[in-house]
C-alpha cells in the first residue's frame, strides 16, 4: 500500500479551505467532498433515478468490454484515477488479457482500502496495489518495467476540472502511460440541461448531504462552525460554459469560524463547490490530441448521454 501522510494531506485541506473562502467569490475544491462518508454518499448517488451517468456507463461498458480490453492488450498494467468503489473496473479486469497487475489511486483512503480488499478477494490472481494520493499531483504506481501502462479514468471525473486544469491532467495521463500507452476514459455529454440539472439536484436530497458534507468535514477537520444544515444545495447548467454547477447558499448575512480565522457571508452569497463539465466528442478528441492523446475509438449509450473512449499516447 502506497499512502501519502496524512499530517501534510490537513495541512493542505486546510490551507486549500482557508484560501478558497478568502476569494472574492468564495469556492472550495470539490475532491475534499470524498471522506468516508463523502464516499459514501457518493455511492448513493450512482444508485438514484435521477442520476443517469453511472447507470449509462455501465451499459456502455458491459455493452463494449471486450472491445475495450482488446484495445488494452494484453499484459498491461491498469491505473485507474479516481477509482471510488471499484465497481466499474471488474467489467475490464473479467476480460483483460493476463493483467500486470492495478493500481487504483483515490484520495478517500479509507473507501479504497475497503474496495480494494473485497475486490482482491474477488481477483485473487491480481496483484492489487491502491494508491492513497491526490492524482493531481505526484504518485507512485508500481514498478512494471515491461508492461504497457493504460490509465482508466471513469465516471466523468475529468469534468470536474477546468479545461485548462483537464488538459493539464491529461498531459500528465499521456506522460504518465509513455508513448504507446493507453487511456479508457468515461465522459458525460451535453444534453437536455433539464435532465443534468434533476441529476445533480435528486427528489430525496442525497446530493444535497453529499454537498454539506464539505462543511460537515470542515467543521469536524479544521474546527469550523458552518452549520451545514443552514447552508442551502443550489444546482445548475451554465449553457455558455458547458457545466453544472454546484454551490451552498446561505440565505442571511453570517461570519464563519475556521480555526483562528472567520469569514464573511452577504445574504445570498455562495460557495462554489463543484463544476461537472459536459462534454462533446469531437472537441474532446481535438483537445486530447493536442495534449498527446490519440482517440481509436468511442463508445456511447443509444441516446448519446455518455461515452467512453480510448486514446493511445503519442
Ligand atoms: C465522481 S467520483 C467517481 C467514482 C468512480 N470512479 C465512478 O466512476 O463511479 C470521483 C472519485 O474520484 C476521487 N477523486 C476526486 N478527486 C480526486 C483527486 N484529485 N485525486 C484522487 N482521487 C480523487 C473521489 O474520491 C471519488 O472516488
Redo the contacts with the bound molecule.
Sequence with gaps: MIDVKLAPAHRRFRADVLAGLALPRKRLPS?YF?DAAG?RL?ERI?ELPEYYP?RTELGIMRRHADAMAARCGPDCLLIEL????LT?VRLLLDRLDAPAGFAP????GEHLREAAAVLAEDYPALAIEPVV????GPFQVPEAPDARKVVYF??S?LG?FDPEEADALLRRIARLVGPGGGLLL?VDLRKDPAVLERAYDDAAGVTAAFNRNLLVRIDRELGGDFDAPSFRHVAFYDPEKSRVEMHLVTDVARRVRVGTSTFAFLPGESIHTENSHKYDVPELAARAEACGLRLDEAWTDPRDYFAVLYFTAA
Excluded: C, H, L, W
Excluded at 494520493?133 to 493531481?136: G, L, M, N, V, Y
Design positions: 475532491k470524498y464516499s457518493f450512482t453511472t479516481g477509482a471510488g468503489a466499474k489511486v483515490d484520495v478517500s494520493a491526490d492524482f493531481t471513469p465516471g471525473t470536474n468515461g
